[in-house]
């Protein structure tokens, strides 16, 4: 698989009365990450959608492999993998069942046994038949780092953004994620990440430090 | 190591998305079995509620019959239609489902079906037994279930698009039904006016092909309205 | 020069003020000549007496309804193909005259139905399907002014008055179809006999009349809705300092 490329040109976004930000833009090639940083409210979860295509930008453009794609286009969805605030979990699934679903409309075809391998390694295996409304904070949150791990390099999708996705995570969580990111860049894949904490990250990485109204 | 490409290819098939989307809306369903249960029940009280109000007198009963089983029948698809997209817009599956490889409207179109499969069928089903209350015979109950069969379906696609644009809105449950009402005015017209002509002893063909004519054009149409609505939602 | 320099709030803003004199002024004169040849100058029904003039009002309200939503269907594409605000807010602007016109041609056929069939109310296919349109301007109305986000508000709207559109003649047919089945209707509010030259031509002159008010009034409407929206612009700042 082709190593991919993530380009923003001229991204602007007014929400309301407020600009968010004009004129953002970024190249990132393959292996590379783009750390988010900057005060809450500030536009980080925005750009981050904007990127995803949830969001359509009042200007400039975001490009996949040098082609401009629209919002939810057909190669964006192929592509942009998005792990937001919530944890995009059903209640009256367990956890199992949950990230057997969210692989499932990755079109990520997972055998059962690597399944419950990817969540044994995040400490859920005891947990895989509990209802996710059961589930605590921190471990919701590790059946997305699940997913996550099941979409590393060539697997499934190769850029990722991701928004706080260490939220209400422990230490031990937070060091998994980062070795999960590491072996995602190492692969070729592309990541955007919007954090408060600071990322150890091997490869070169970027920083883009957001204010009000930039 | 993952299955080989070519089961692959087959597996990401878009229209596989209809089938996930409807496999797991109806897993879903099942699991909150209370809320399954609700739309049936609805149904048949307010149904009941109508002999109470205008007298038992069966000629009249008669009379009436297809317009209250099929106006109840509307109000009941409509209270359940939230439920195809609120909860994975609370919980933030919705995007998930929006960024899917699996192209939007295909799994739109299997959540309709999941949403219809848990309430147009059992009304439609449950529409006999409340039609011997008013007096119908056979062949008029028949056709009752036939227009019931062929329009809820069309009831639950029309109704998504309008759960679907009223997402995150203050008063949205309200606003959806001012927004659907007036579409589903034709199909009320068809559906009960089939039961009509039959308790007349006309043809029904006209009223139940057009009915039909409208379920396969809403087939094909409203999907793609839906997988919109949706999008503009999410924006 | 392009028209698509108009397509700017900041620049149609101005333009729209310009014209709105000219087109209330058209408006005024029209409804004058109509009224005048529709009281005046067509002849006596023989058999409803005076009262049937009330569809010089009746008849051109009733078409301004229905072209009002076409023109909103119109904008919808634009707004929902091209993204453009101010086709947006031209369909919000027309919103309330469309559903004024649709009210006022209920009201009028009431009017006109009660000292002509006995009742105020028949349900007649145009009528009834009138009714349905009364419904769907209000629809939209709620859904746009429920939704705060603007940006999501005008693409709701556009796609609701789209889906809506298509339904239009479906409704239409519907109630044609349930009224023809329910043999009860005597009664037609489509004159559907002869009509005399002098009746149509006041009839015509009068939706004309109706469709250069809705232009004025629209455009009236457009400017309060583009200044509000784009409040914090600076060149609405420049406006309200150099009224102030």
């Known amino acids: 698989m082709a190593g991919r490329r993530l380009e923003a040109r001229g991204l602007g976004l007014t929400r309301g009365p407020r600009l968010l930000f004009s004129d953002l833009g970024f190249v990132l090639s393959a292996g590379q990450a783009l750390i988010l940083r900057g005060p809450n409210g500030v536009g980080k979860t925005s750009l981050l959608r904007v990127l995803a295509g949830l969001t359509s930008a009042d200007c400039g453009q975001v490009l996949l492999d040098g082609q401009p794609t629209s919002s939810l286009s057909s190669a964006g969805r192929h592509a942009l993998l998005y792990f937001g605030h919530a944890n995009a979990l059903k209640d009256d699934f367990s956890a199992q069942e949950n990230l057997a679903d969210q692989l499932a409309l990755d079109a990520n075809f997972v055998p059962l046994n690597e399944q419950l391998a990817a969540l044994k390694a995040f400490g859920l295996l005891p947990r895989r038949d509990v209802l996710a409304r059961r589930l605590s904070q921190g471990q919701k949150r590790r059946i997305g780092l699940a997913r996550l791990a099941l979409n590393v390099g060539h697997r499934g999708k190769p850029v990722w953004l991701l928004d706080e996705p260490t939220n209400a995570l422990d230490a031990e969580g937070a060091q998994l994620f980062q070795q999960l990111v590491n072996s995602h860049l190492a692969d070729g894949g592309v990541a955007v990440i919007a954090t408060h904490l600071p990322m150890d990250l091997a490869g070169s990485t970027q920083e883009l430090h957001m204010q009000e109204g930039a | 190591m993952s299955a ?92 998930q489902l929006a960024l899917s490889p699996y192209p939007l409207p295909l799994l739109c179109a299997g959540k309709m079906i999941a949403h219809w499969v848990t309430t147009g069928l059992p009304l439609a089903a449950v529409a006999p037994v409340l039609g011997l209350q008013f007096g119908l015979d056979g062949r008029e109950l028949m056709v009752v279930v036939a227009g019931l069969l062929l329009g809820t379906p069309i009831l639950t696609m029309l109704g998504a698009i309008g759960a679907a644009l009223v997402l995150g809105v203050r008063g949205g449950s309200i606003l959806m039904a001012l927004l659907v009402l007036p579409l589903y005015i034709p199909v009320l017209i068809f559906g009960a006016g089939a039961a009509e002509a039959s308790m007349a002893g006309i043809d029904v063909s006209a009223n139940l092909s057009l009915l039909g004519a409208m379920l396969l054009f809403g087939l094909v149409t409203t999907p793609f309205a839906a997988a919109a609505a949706v999008k503009i939602s999410l924006d | 020069m392009s028209l698509f320099k108009y397509s700017a709030p900041s620049t149609f803003y101005p333009l729209a003020g310009k014209l709105v004199p000219w087109f209330g002024t058209l408006a005024f004169v029209l409804a004058v000549i109509g009224l005048y040849l529709g009281l005046f100058v067509a002849p006596e029904d023989f058999q409803q007496g005076e009262v049937y003039r009330i569809i010089f009002i009746h008849v051109p309200t009733a078409w301004m309804a229905m072209l009002i939503y076409l023109v909103m269907a119109g904008y919808a594409v634009m707004a929902l193909v091209y993204q453009t605000k101010l086709s947006a807010m031209m369909m919000e602007a027309l919103a309330p005259t469309g559903a004024m016109f649709t009210a006022l041609a209920l009201w009028t056929g009431a009017l006109w139905g009660r000292p002509t069939w006995g009742t105020y109310w028949a349900w007649d296919a145009r009528m009834t399907s009138t009714l349905i349109l009364l419904f769907l301007y209000v629809g939209y109305i709620a859904l746009v002014n429920a939704i705060e986000d603007k940006k999501r508000a005008d693409k709701a709207g556009a796609l609701l008055v789209l889906v809506g559109s298509i339904n239009v003649p479906i409704i239409y047919f519907s109630v044609k179809w349930w009224n023809t089945l329910h043999q009860g209707a005597s009664i037609s509010f489509s004159q559907g006999n002869k009509m005399a030259v002098i009746m149509l031509s006041a009839m015509l002159v009068m939706a004309l009349a109706c469709w250069m008010y809705s232009i004025a009034v629209s455009l009236c409407r457009v400017r309060a809705i583009i200044l509000e929206r784009e409040r914090h612009t600076l060149w609405v700042r420049d406006i309200k300092e150099a009224q102030s």
């Open chain 2, 4 to 95: 080989e490409p070519s089961a692959d290819a087959e597996l990401a098939a878009p229209e596989r998305g209809v089938w996930i989307a409807f496999c797991r809306d109806l897993k879903l369903a099942m699991r909150s079995k209370g809320e399954l249960g609700q739309a049936l029940a609805f149904f048949v009280i307010v149904v009941s509620l109508f002999p109470l109000a205008i007298g038992p007198e069966t000629a009249l009963l008669k009379r009436v019959a297809p317009g209250v089983v099929w106006v109840c029948a509307l109000l009941a698809v409509m209270l359940t239609l939230p439920r195809v997209f609120q909860s994975d817009h609370l919980d933030g599956t919705l995007e």
